[in-house]
């Protein structure tokens, strides 16, 4: 399984990335997806889930500014960022996995490699 994240750089408060995750073979559409985030010294924490039916789960967080969605055809998943503040600054992970609906948990299977976003102030 690879999964290749992409899309992080340094922005300005309140400015806009588009992560991308391109997977290899049907990673993408046979599971469900995920963006994780991780800051130094602290846990991956969850931020944003589609399954592979297309429903869409956030961290409160994030909620309302981060959009996540898939292209089964491109084997991409994308995470748009809007109105970015500092405390979103940490290196972005992707997952392939399992989202269990009845409970909200989300299992990971599988890791891309991580990409930076800083957010200045």
């Known amino acids: 399984v690879q999964l290749q994240a992409s899309g992080g750089g340094l922005v300005q408060t309140g400015g806009s990335l588009r992560l991308s995750c391109a997977a290899s073979r049907n990673i993408v559409s046979n599971n469900d997806m995920a963006w994780y985030r991780q800051t130094p010294g602290k846990q991956r924490e969850l931020v944003a889930t589609i399954t592979n039916g297309g429903i869409r789960n956030y961290a409160a967080a994030v909620k309302g500014r981060f959009t996540i969605s898939r292209d089964n055809a491109e084997n991409t998943v994308y995470l748009q960022m809007n109105s970015l503040k500092p405390e979103d600054t940490a290196t972005y992970y992707c997952?392939?996995?399992?989202?269990?609906?009845?409970?909200?948990?989300?299992?990971?299977?599988?890791w891309g490699q991580g990409t930076l976003v800083t957010v200045s102030s």
């Open positions: 997952s392939a996995g399992i989202f269990y609906t009845g409970s909200g948990y989300y299992s990971p299977r599988a």
